[in-house]
């Protein structure tokens, strides 16, 4: 199969490119290496695809000609590239242009290609709201410019399968976590405060907060588990992360045991949007993908560790 993957200079895509490329797909990734965070470690993502006989072409899917930009003859879309998580220093556009307008291009390139690829959009649990234990059906309360613009980019995937003009699926991530992983997410700047000695910013309340924390190889096996299922998963939502729910507070406690360390916090005030619970209902998973992640968090965080050692500690 011929896999186009956006967003894989970033975490999760980069993760799923090389899967896809073990499993003996051709793999083409693109990314407009975007300033969200710090380009260097997409770059470093990238170059770790190209070794790999995986190209990642630099193209924006808010602003190029993608007709152009593009490769002909895709048999499938995995689709990363998004605006993601909750910040203060992000605006409303950089939300709006990057997960829906991107989204939007991305299903006009899809829609004019002579054989319709087939689209797995990425979502996330973000779009039920402040809490996220729900299957799929429930009313989604979307409560961050970032839940509610996943949730528009994820309806307009779905919109053009129930018109019938192309297959598609979406998949909701729970808070994933691994090797990789974003600078601005929890576990990355646990490790770094832990091993730099810095002070880590606690969000007031925030070591009460329930996660599914699902390693990033778990999720991966979600993700490409809709290989050659496009009838059963054709315009179908799944939920993909573990069922284990652990609090911040436990997360802080595991780092600190693996790295044996005591980590200082600074208090931080609360973030707006922030998710009190989340714990990923995967019944429809299990039962129409087979998806059973198995990855504990302490062993998917000393992978962690590990990777963040040998990357940037010399
Ligand atoms: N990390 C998580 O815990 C998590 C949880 C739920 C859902 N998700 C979803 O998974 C996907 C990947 O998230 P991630 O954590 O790997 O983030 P990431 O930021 O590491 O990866 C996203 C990539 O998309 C690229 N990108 C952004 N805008 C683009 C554009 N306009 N054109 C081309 N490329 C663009 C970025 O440069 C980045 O490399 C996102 O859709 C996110 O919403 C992530």
């Known amino acids: 199969m011929k896999i186009l993957v956006t967003g894989a ?26 300033p969200y965070y710090n380009i ?16 990642v072409l630099r193209v924006d899917l808010r602003t190029d000609d993608l007709q152009k930009a593009l490769p002909e003859a895709i048999d499938i879309i995995f689709h990363f590239s998004a605006h993601p998580g909750i910040s203060n220093t992000s605006t409303f556009e950089d939300y709006f ?23 797995v959009n990425i979502g996330t649990s973000s779009i039920y709201g402040l809490e996220a234990t729900f299957p799929e059906d429930v009313a989604p309360k979307p409560a961050s410019w970032y839940g509610v613009t996943k949730l528009a980019a994820e309806q307009l995937v779905l ?21 990789r992983e974003r600078p601005d997410k929890l576990y990355t700047r646990l490790i770094d405060c832990g091993l730099n000695n810095k002070p880590f910013p606690l969000y007031n309340g925030s070591e009460k907060h329930l996660r599914s924390f699902t390693y990033v190889q778990d999720i991966v096996d979600g993700i490409v ?32 045991t693996l790295l044996n360390t005591t980590i200082k916090v600074s208090a931080k005030p609360p973030r707006a949007g922030d998710q009190s619970r989340t714990k990923a209902n995967i019944d429809k998973a299990r039962k129409l ?13 000393k992978a962690q560790i590990a990777w963040f050692e040998e990357n940037f500690i010399k």
């Open 9 to 34: 200079a970033g975490f999760i895509g980069s993760h799923t490119a090389e899967r896809l490329a073990e499993m003996g797909h051709q793999v083409i990734g693109i990314d407009n290496f975007s």
């Open 40 to 55: 260097e470690l997409k770059e470093l993502n990238a170059k770790a695809l190209s070794e790999k006989g995986i190209e």
């Open 97 to 119: 242009s990057n997960n829906i307008l991107a989204t939007k291009n991305l299903l006009d390139f899809a829609l004019q290609c002579e054989k319709t690829p087939f689209l």
């Open 159 to 179: 919109a053009k399968s129930r018109e019938g003009k192309l297959q598609a699926t979406s998949l909701r991530l729970y808070s994933v976590y691994g090797p």
């Open 225 to 256: 588990s809709v290989l050659d299922k496009e009838t059963i998963v054709n315009g179908e939502i799944f939920n993909l992360g573990t069922e284990e729910e652990s609090t911040t507070a436990t997360g802080i406690e595991t780092v600190e």
């Open 289 to 301: 993908l087979g998806y059973n992640p198995t990855t504990t968090l302490k062993e998917g965080l």
